[in-house]
């Protein structure tokens, strides 16, 4: 059996989970808004050899989305097929799945969202993952399936419920949002008085609460797709249960069980990879839960 790799907290994280106790304890409205902005900030990480390397082999262009340039690439050729990274990830994270992907005729679409990767900016949220798929579908047309790792899913479901595909596959998403605050919270040392703040200040900027961009509380939204979901029951940062429920109220969804892949690692199973060519090549499929 596999076992997971230990995850290194990146040193500015800790720095963070070092200060924010202490400037929450000396000057509270400050931490209020602290915690907002790092909510909402990226980082951007040194790209891996063999990224490097596929993203040389790709068509690369950009588009403009609210005056930050956008990274996209395409690798093949044939009927587009969607990838979107993670929070803190990139387009080229998806390299092992790109080669199976155009070997069987399909072109492979990604991008780098806003903050991350090469594209412009610091920051980055929910719904500009989404507004950057929905800009993409007016080059595209109709996606033969999306596919989502993460944040990522939380963001191609949301483009699928506009109609963008008929087919979706959720790879390590989270699915509740009180419990992706809830971690957030816990790793930058917070304490729970941030939340409120940080919750009135979603609704007075989206209208919304936390909450409601959450994939549990849109579920029921969701018509006529074929759902695959893949999760590690092992996974740190999205764990199985936001699998399972996600499967247990959407009961027509496929669900994929790995062990020992944990959040990321994930992307580099050739059965996982194997198991989302099939999703995307069949005309229908068992719903009942498998193990690879």
Do not use: C
Request: aromatic residues 12%; charged residues 25%; without cysteine.
């Amino acid at each position: 059996m596999k076992t997971q790799k230990k995850i290194k907290t990146p040193i500015g994280l800790r720095l963070i989970a070092w200060a924010f106790p202490k400037v929450e304890m000396i000057a509270p409205w400050l931490a209020k808004r602290w915690f907002v902005k790092i909510f909402f900030s990226t980082a951007k990480y040194k790209t891996p050899y063999g990224e490097v390397e596929i993203a040389g082999q790709a068509n690369k262009y950009q588009i403009q989305f609210k005056n930050k340039q956008v990274q996209v690439y395409e690798w093949g050729e044939g009927k587009p097929v969607l990838f979107v990274h993670g929070w803190m990830g990139r387009a080229t994270q998806f390299r092992k799945f790109i080669p199976l992907f155009t070997d069987n005729g399909y072109k492979v679409v990604a991008f780098d969202s806003t903050g991350h990767g090469q594209s412009d900016g610091s920051s980055s949220h929910l719904m500009e993952f989404v507004g950057i798929i929905e800009q993409l579908q007016n080059n595209y047309r109709k996606f033969e399936m999306i596919v989502g790792h993460s944040l990522g899913g939380v963001a191609s479901f949301h483009a699928t419920l506009a109609g963008i595909s008929d087919k979706l596959v959720l790879i390590s998403s989270p699915t509740v949002g009180a419990q992706i605050l809830e971690e957030f919270r816990s790793k930058i040392g917070a304490s729970e008085k941030m939340l409120p703040y940080f919750e009135e200040r979603i609704m007075e900027d989206y209208g919304k609460t936390f909450e409601e961009y959450s994939i549990s509380h849109n579920i029921t939204k969701l018509r006529d797709t074929e759902l695959l979901i893949v999760h590690d029951r092992g996974d740190r940062e999205a764990p199985y249960s936001n699998a399972k429920l996600i499967h247990d109220l959407y009961p027509s969804s496929k669900i994929i069980t790995t062990e020992g892949n944990g959040h990321t690692r994930i992307l580099k199973d050739e059965k996982v990879i194997n198991e989302v060519l099939q999703h995307l090549k069949a005309q229908k499929y068992n719903s009942e839960p498998s193990l690879v």
